[in-house]
């Protein structure tokens, strides 16, 4: 019944950019918070960054605060996480999730996404 797609994933330089793009299925999830998630190979999934439905609360992950920044459009139903500055250690699958909130926490999170792909090389 709800489906997240991300896209924007690839490969890039360190101290390059990547913008991640979701998008949601169903108008109703517009009112639900939004937020990322990443795993990278052996390691434990981990939150991102997450983002209210009003797009007036965000919550960020210490390691990628000052790089990255959420935003969302309820028009289009699309999150969009903005990663600049990227480092190696960025490298991971990253995932979408949709949620009643709150939005730092994992248990804000119902959906989620297939994952999107992003390398960064050195």
């Known amino acids: 019944q709800v489906q997240l797609v991300e896209s924007g994933g690839g490969l890039v330089q360190a101290g390059g950019s990547l913008r991640l793009s979701c998008a949601a299925s169903?108008?109703?999830?517009?009112?639900?918070?939004m937020g990322w998630f990443r795993q990278a190979p052996e390691k434990e999934r981990e939150f991102v960054a997450g983002?209210?439905?009003?797009?007036?609360?965000?919550a960020y992950a210490r390691s990628t605060k000052g790089r990255f920044t959420i935003s969302r459009d309820n028009t289009k139903n699309t999150v969009y996480l903005q990663m600049n500055s990227l480092q190696p250690e960025d490298t991971a699958v990253y995932y979408c999730?949709?949620?009643?909130?709150?939005?730092?926490?994992?248990?804000?999170?119902?959906?989620w996404g297939q994952g999107t792909q992003v390398t960064v090389s050195s």
């Open positions: 999730a949709a949620g009643g909130g709150p939005v730092g926490s994992t248990r804000g999170y119902d959906y």
């Open positions: 169903g108008r109703t999830l517009s009112r639900s918070a």
């Open positions: 983002i209210n439905w009003s797009g007036d609360t965000t």
